[in-house]
């Protein structure tokens, strides 16, 4: 969760107002001024069904609340196609619907554009100036009237083309059976003031931290590289601001990582809910996922199901902006609830934490084994793995 201002059902006033007719513009609640001005506006029951399916539309979590990720979301989804001038801006990639639109396109029509993300990065614009070679236009990269007069006269020849799915596995395959050379970032969540959800012994920054720093020793000593994306934050872990998402996938981008895991735990208001889940970038709306993320985030969570008591609650897409942002294949783990008396009794418990590492890494292990080497789910030991 983020410390910033949100907003849900119940709240009202001039940020709710904006909400609103955001929402509006997206035709998901009509467009009408609130009695007596925006001062006024409520995000009341209409409003909150309407984030709700936005955020489910948006491959977000549905939770009805207004934070900084669905705010941005909010924001990128006003653009279409042809609205504005989309170039190709390294420090802060261009962001919204209309590159979605842009790299669908150019997608179907056969240019490996990458994944649809909606952000205007660099193989967007590569792919988008090998277009404009082919159309006829000046390849300079930017997506402006006479790109969107050629865009708009071809019709669509292929549809649902994934090149970038089959690229991805490519690059695995060529990658060899092996860990050895191969970099990987783990990202223990928060840090600094931030320490994510509170526990009776430890706060999730410093159980994540703790798992990461396990994660890490294992992965060095299969012969790989492994880079924390924070330090422990310790003495002084009251001030220092966490690392954003984007800061961490910028990390991870420009180390040229392989590889990307992210670790967390869940927080409910019912001590119930419990169990372990794992993120992988999709997004429903554009209709694309990372394939070797979906297969990644499955051998984590069958390797930890296998080797732990944690319910199973599967690996879902999610376009957070760690996942979104990152180049290479990214996970995110929810390693259980802390709210949850019996998965905080085994998340401190460093033993505990010593067997999700395992899991974790023989997960990216089994990544790299080519299908016919492949041992049994929740057998394969760190001897075991090729250095
Ligand atoms: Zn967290």
């Keep these: 969760m983020s410390s910033k201002r949100t907003y849900r059902r119940g709240d009202s006033g001039p940020a709710v107002a904006e909400i609103r007719s955001k929402l509006a513009v997206l035709g998901l609640i009509p467009d009408e001024e609130p009695p007596g001005g925006p001062l006024t506006a409520t995000f009341d029951d209409v409003t909150d069904r309407a984030v709700r399916a936005f955020q489910q539309g948006h491959g977000m979590r549905v939770d009805g609340v207004v934070g900084p990720a669905t705010y941005h979301a909010l924001d990128e989804a006003r653009w279409r196609l042809g609205d504005r001038i989309v170039f190709y801006v390294p420090a802060r990639l261009m962001a919204g619907d209309d590159v979605a639109a842009l790299q669908q396109r150019l997608l179907d029509m056969g240019f490996d554009c990458g994944r649809v993300d909606g952000l205007f990065g660099v193989e967007t614009e590569q792919s988008l100036r090998e277009f404009q070679r082919n159309v006829g236009v000046v390849a300079d990269g930017t997506c402006g009237p006479a790109t969107f007069k050629a865009l708009n006269q071809l019709t669509r020849t292929v549809v649902g083309g994934t090149p970038h799915a089959m690229r991805e596995s490519e690059a695995i395959n060529r990658a060899g059976p092996t860990l050895a050379g191969k970099l990987v970032i783990v990202d223990p969540g928060h840090g600094g003031a931030d320490h994510g959800v509170a526990g009776d012994v430890l706060d999730e920054d410093d159980l994540m931290y703790d798992l990461a720093s396990r994660v890490e020793g294992r992965l060095t000593a299969t012969g790989s590289s492994a880079f924390l994306t924070r330090g422990p934050d310790r003495p002084n872990r009251s001030s220092g601001a966490a690392p954003s998402e984007a800061e961490r996938a910028g990390f991870a981008n420009a180390a040229g990582a392989d590889l990307l895991i992210s670790l967390h735990v869940e927080a409910h208001a019912n001590p119930g809910a419990s169990g372990v889940a794992t993120y992988f970038y999709g997004n429903d709306r554009y209709g694309h996922h990372s394939a070797i993320g979906l297969r990644f ?91």
């Design 297 to 387: 985030a499955g051998l984590v969570q069958r390797e930890i199901c296998a080797r732990t008591d944690l319910v199973d609650l599967r690996s879902h897409p999610l376009s957070w902006d760690l996942l979104r942002r990152t180049r290479m294949p990214a996970v995110r783990i929810e390693t259980g609830y802390l709210t949850n008396p019996g998965d905080a009794a085994r998340l401190v418990d460093p033993a505990f934490r010593d067997v999700l590492a395992e899991a974790v890494v023989a997960a990216v292990q089994r990544l790299y084994l080519p299908p016919d080497q492949d041992a049994e789910t929740g057998f394969l030991r760190i001897p075991e793995l090729r250095v």
